[in-house]
Nanobody, 117 residues
Framework: QVQLVESGGGLVQPGGSLRLSCTAF????????VGWYRQTPGSPRIRVAQ???????NYRDSVKDRFTISRDSAKNTVYLQMDSLKSEDTGLYSC???????????WGPGTQVTVSS
C-alpha cells in the first residue's frame, strides 16, 4: 500500500521559514514526478513546485526565489523549503507523486501552513 505523509507545517510570522517534508512508503519517490500543491478554502488546488525524476525543478511565479524543492533519496523524502513567507502562502500543502509513465498518482493528506502575525 502506497502512502505519502507530509509534515512540517505550522504557524509562522511573515518573513519566517518552514520546511515541509513528504515521505513516501511503498513507492520509490526518486523515480516519481513529485509536486507540492497548496489549497485554500473555496479555491482550487494549485501547484507551487515540482521536481522531476531527473532533478529538474519548476516553481509557480509567486514562490520563485523563496521556495526550494529538493529530494533525499536515502530517506525517500521530498522537501519544500519555504523562506520569506507571506500571508498569501497560507494554505493546506499536499504532495503528489506520479509514477513513471503516469500510471499511478498518489496524494498525501496535507499539512497546514499559516502565515500570520
Amino acid at each position: 500500500q502506497v502512502q505519502l505523509v507530509e509534515s512540517g507545517g505550522g504557524l509562522v510570522q511573515p518573513g519566517g521559514s518552514l520546511r515541509l517534508s513528504c515521505t513516501a512508503f511503498g513507492t520509490d519517490n526518486s523515480r516519481n514526478l513529485v509536486g507540492w500543491y497548496r489549497q485554500t478554502p473555496g479555491s482550487p488546488r494549485i501547484r507551487v513546485a515540482q521536481l522531476t525524476q531527473r532533478g529538474d525543478t519548476n516553481y509557480r511565479d509567486s514562490v520563485k526565489d523563496r521556495f526550494t524543492i529538493s529530494r533525499d533519496s536515502a530517506k525517500n523524502t521530498v522537501y519544500l523549503q519555504m523562506d520569506s513567507l507571506k500571508s498569501e502562502d497560507t494554505g493546506l500543502y499536499s504532495c503528489n507523486a506520479v509514477t513513471p509513465g503516469g500510471i499511478r498518482s498518489y496524494w498525501g493528506p496535507g499539512t497546514q501552513v499559516t502565515v500570520s502575525s
